[in-house]
């Protein structure tokens, strides 16, 4: 499959390097050359994987984006959601309706970056889709060279527009084995446990964060952390339940007991091999995407559908509280947060056809003004 990953941060270079090794024709583009560093003369990367080791050949690496997307299947995005509204205006000159977008996660993504492309007058690819986590696990370890010690085990996938996803799906699965299908876009992006794990653990760890390098993940998860992150995880499965969405709810205590394991994102030994890599002991600022990205987009959507579903979330709520006294801004009913995406008028019911329709909705008329 001919393929473009748009995006040189680690896991664009784990995404490129892992789909090129499995036989797909892969451009790599960064609106920064620095990004790409050696790749602009010679487009290798060495990938360390779970599952697959070797160094790739892609097609380019190139900072010109419709050189990029040109002749592209799949688009994969790789890149936080605080960068999903810039590159749709990027991507607007340069779609066409048989190509697929998909973002690696999303928060709602799809629909958010769908509206963007259409208020930039672009033409509307065949779909767009999001996951509920990152594919990979994943750090460049040096400027051509990237670990990945976990790739998802089951990895939850969405579609915008959830009618298109019979047509999708299939394809997607070549390049994920691990697809999990959702119901639909809002369904995957409620599995997403970047807002439910990261900002409980930059939040009661930044007396350390502040000192300089540290993992939160081997050292910042203390009990009274996991009590925080359980909390939200609990309000996050209640918001699914209220708007309907069926199991699994890949709660994050598969993620710690090693007994349920198999039930969640990233499979067995997950966290022992995430802390056991070394490999997130970094820099941790407020700039970081666990609080621009989880934070104040994450929790943000999270609150709001809690809110549409008739779930209390004083957990979600009081996080984006003091996040906000933090950052210096409001942060609830903004970012994600439906009625900040134009949805916020629309009942529930309304809501999941819109979704399921996507553009053929007469609704999107409204949602894109």
Known sequence: M???????????FATAADLALAGHR??????????????????TITLDAEGRHGTAQLERATTDLGE????????????????????????????????????????LGSYAMARGIAR???????ALAETGTLPYLTRKTAPAVVKAPLRAANLPIGV????RGPRVLP??????????????????????????????????NTGAIDGGSFDVH????????????????????????????????????????ETRAAEGLYGAGAKTKLVASGLWSEIVTFEHRYV??????????????????????????????????????????????LEHLGLGDLSRREILAFLRDGWASPMWRKAIQ
Do not use: M
């Open 171 to 204: 394809r997607l699965a070549e390049l994920f084995p691990a697809v999990r299908p959702c119901a639909d876009s809002l369904d995957v992006a409620l599995t997403n446990a970047g807002p439910v794990i990261h900002p409980p653990l930059v939040l009661l």
């Open 68 to 107: 990029a997307v040109e002749g592209a299947e799949v688009l994969i995005v790789p890149l936080p959601a605080t960068s999903h509204e810039e590159l749709a205006k990027r991507l607007a000159p340069c779609l066409n309706d048989r190509q697929i977008i998909l973002l690696t996660p999303g928060t």
């Open 2 to 12: 001919k393929l473009a990953v748009l995006g040189a941060g680690n896991g664009g």
């Open 292 to 337: 621009t990205e989880d934070a104040v987009l994450g929790l943000a959507l999270l609150e709001s559908a809690a809110r549409a579903a008739g779930a209390v979330t004083p957990a979600i709520t009081g996080l984006l509280l003091v996040y906000g006294a933090l950052l210096g801004r409001e942060l609830s009913g903004r970012g994600r947060a």
């Open 218 to 257: 081997a050292a910042g998860t203390t009990p009274s952390v996991r009590r925080l992150i359980d909390a939200v995880d609990a309000e996050r499965v209640a918001t699914r339940r209220g708007w309907g969405y069926a199991a699994p709810h890949y709660e994050l205590a598969t993620y710690y007991d």
């Open 160 to 163: 915008f527009p959830a009618s």
């Open 120 to 126: 930039a007058g672009g033409p509307l690819p065949l």
């Open 26 to 43: 892969v451009r790599l583009w960064s609106r920064s050359a620095d990004a790409l560093g050696p790749l602009v003369e010679r487009a």
